[in-house]
């Protein structure tokens, strides 16, 4: 029978906005595309891997305009920061799609043309908030405030209405086609929970699109019509087919599209899931098999801006340890599509028991004593007892886990399949013990089989983990005297017993340095900070009143008493409110701007049910100040106001007497 080959598989990141330094949400993504990439190829698959910038807008114009190059140079002085970051990360992306490009732009031009003449584009009028001092149009889901005017979020100014000519891209038509495919498609967004957003969002009715400007000028022009520029998402989208060789390449092009997995961040799934699909069927494109929304990770704040304490930085990481570690804990900690919390103890702890003691160890181990008992040379085997054969099948049963669970971008669990093992052939060594074995000679054909064992299991597991740790798996490659590169090993013909074995070993260095727990978190203060995964801020469910929504930073402590040192880091404040105003769509929240003496805020709290909103003006309370932010409801929370709550109730309780805002709580 004819064996059935193996589809392409095309991941792609979103392009990253090329004025943006390079964090650790950038990285996340990024490496995740990276493995994924890996370990398809070592599947046998074919694979393209793009990623790459987006360069357009008035952020770079504005960026060039203050250090006095043209865009185009201020994009090519920034850009090396991302190609930069890649390589420190060993993320080896197929194309790196710069927006500039000529090849992109013709692309979309082209895109654009066609829509145009069959009348999914069409000119019209925009009407929309426009801040004046910014030169740009509101982002239309900024709600009205309490006197029927917008204010502009990066500047503060109050926005006015301003019409303009733009083209728009006829959305609304798609609605039903949208919901269908999503229906027949229920793994096109992944995972189900923001499918069942998508599905409500489009749901909800779809407006038509604009899709130029007038008032940005550094973009691609519209073709015929170079006073609009095309804006940013019909732009940027487009990527994913000028990347793959759309209008120039048509073998790579039919090869790779449609895309197998989209990855994103979970703020920018509504233009991969509903915009995007929508541009692709107007153009009579595939559409992709899979829009992966991934989560988004939690930092240590104070650590951060600790003079010493900057270690956790990505590029100090990198510097002093090598990009595994991080690419390890990034993708062992959480599944892929969930919050995690980037902690120093679950840093540390992954490394140090993960990958210092659990795989380290035994590297170090196996491989002394093949270099004690045998000169190095991997020995040939003696006769197999169960517990031989039992370590052979346990590597055969994980590969077959570790790759569906792979298959499945389930990398978090194909790497505790892995993990189980090297716990098994851990245990295996300290049962067998080959070092009592070595003491009598009459058991030598007896220990060159434990170690055969182990230098088996230990090259399977160098194959299984070379996705995700591609430079410590060459490593131990290398150590076992193979020849050549681990990742061009295939995992259908990986097996337990290979030809090779019985080559010379070398000597093994420490793989993974160990990190001193104590001296880390020496005076670690716990407060966590949410940074997003991409440059769009992060999104958290609507929380109730009294609990910020966000996981802790730290395990729970034994009591429920919180040291004086706990209570005094909390900064409670007199808050006096200065407006108030109900957050569309939520029935128990408020958004209230608030006067802290010393600068104004905007709070969500979840009172409305008891109180009107002008009910509140004029009014003073506590806040607890240094509350780190949180994004309910799509609406930024910078503090947290006390409140009695029983069920659906709450009572404030309000300064009767005249105190300034801003006074400390003590
Ligand atoms: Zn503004």
């Known amino acids: 029978m004819e064996k059935k080959s193996k589809p392409p598989f095309y991941v792609t990141t979103p392009i990253y906005y090329v004025n943006d330094v390079p964090h650790i949400g950038h990285a996340y993504t990024t490496i995740i595309a990276d493995a994924l990439a890996r370990f398809m190829k070592m599947n046998g698959r074919e694979v393209f891997f793009l990623t790459g910038t987006d360069e357009h807008g008035q952020k770079v114009e504005k960026a060039a305009a203050e250090h006095g190059v043209d865009p185009k140079a201020w994009a090519d002085r920034v850009v090396v920061r991302f190609f930069d970051l890649w390589k420190a990360l060993d993320c080896e992306p197929d194309f790196f799609i710069r927006t500039t490009m000529e090849l992109h732009e013709k692309g979309v031009q082209k895109l654009f043309q066609s829509l145009l003449a069959k009348g999914d584009i069409y000119k019209g009028e925009y009407k929309g908030w426009y801040c004046v001092s910014d030169e740009n149009f509101l982002a239309e889901d900024i709600p009205l405030e309490k006197d029927g005017t917008k204010t502009c979020p990066d500047c503060g100014r109050k926005a006015q209405v301003v019409s303009e000519e733009t083209y728009f ?53 519209v073709p015929g019509d170079p006073a609009h520029t095309i804006y940013v998402w019909f732009d940027a989208l487009h990527n994913y087919l000028t990347g793959i060789g759309y209008d120039r390449d048509p073998e790579l092009f039919a090869k790779f599209w449609p895309a197998t997995v989209h990855l994103i961040g979970k703020d920018i799934l509504r233009f991969h899931a509903v915009f995007w699909p929508a541009f692709l069927m107007a153009s009579g494109l595939p559409l992709p098999d899979c829009v992966f929304g991934h989560g988004w990770w939690l930092k240590d704040e104070a650590k951060m801006s600790k003079s010493k304490g900057n270690v956790l930085d990505p590029s100090v990481l990198l510097k002093a340890m090598g990009p595994d570690p991080l690419r390890y804990f990034l993708l062992r900690e959480i599944p892929i599509g969930l919050d995690g919390n980037f902690s120093h103890e679950g840093f540390i702890h992954r490394v140090n028991s993960d990958l210092a003691n659990d795989l380290g160890n035994l590297v170090s181990r196996a491989l002394t004593m093949i270099r004690n008992y045998f000169e190095g040379t991997i020995p040939a085997p003696g006769p197999e007892v169960p517990a031989d054969a039992a370590i052979r099948t346990a590597f055969e049963e994980t590969k077959e886990r570790a790759v569906a669970q792979y298959e499945a971008y389930a990398v978090n669990k194909a790497l505790e399949e892995i993990w189980a093992y090297i716990t098994t052939v851990n245990k295996y060594l300290a049962d067998n013990a080959p070092w009592k074995l070595h003491k009598d000679p009459a058991l030598r054909p007896r220990l060159a089989r434990v170690l055969r064992q182990a230098a088996g299991a230990l090259r399977g597991t160098a194959a299984l983990v070379a996705p995700v740790m591609p430079a410590s798996a060459q490593k131990i490659w290398e150590y076992l005297g193979e020849s050549g590169k681990v990742r061009d090993v295939r995992f259908d013909t990986l097996d337990f017993d290979a030809p090779g074995l019985g080559q010379s070993v070398r000597a093994p260095e420490p793989l993974f340095p160990r990190i001193d727990l104590k001296a880390f978190l020496a005076d670690e203060p716990k407060t966590s900070k949410e940074i997003p995964m991409d440059e769009q801020k992060p999104t958290a469910p609507e929380a109730p009143v009294s609990a910020p929504a966000v996981p802790p930073a730290a395990p729970a402590p034994k009591t429920n008493l919180i040291s004086y040192d706990e209570f005094a880091r909390m900064e409670l404040r007199v808050a006096h409110v200065l407006e108030a105003v109900k957050v569309e769509g939520a029935k128990k929240l408020l958004k209230l701007k608030i006067d802290l003496g010393t600068e104004q805020r905007q709070i969500v709290a979840g009172v409305a049910e008891t109180y009107a909103p002008e009910q509140l003006v004029g009014k003073k309370f506590i806040v607890i100040a240094n509350l780190q932010p949180a994004v309910i409801r799509g609406v930024e929370s910078q503090g947290m106001l006390l409140a009695a709550v029983t069920g659906d109730k709450a009572a404030i309780p309000f300064f009767e007497a005249d105190v300034p805002a801003g006074a400390k709580v003590k």
Request: hydrophobic share 30%.
């Open 169 to 221: 891209f006829r959305l609304s038509a798609y609605q039903q086609r949208l919901l269908d495919h999503y229906r027949d498609h229920p793994q096109f967004v992944r995972p189900q929970s923001r499918m069942n957003e998508v599905t409500s969002f489009v749901r909800g009715g779809l407006k038509d699109l604009s899709i130029t400007r007038t008032t940005v000028k550094w973009g691609v022009p």
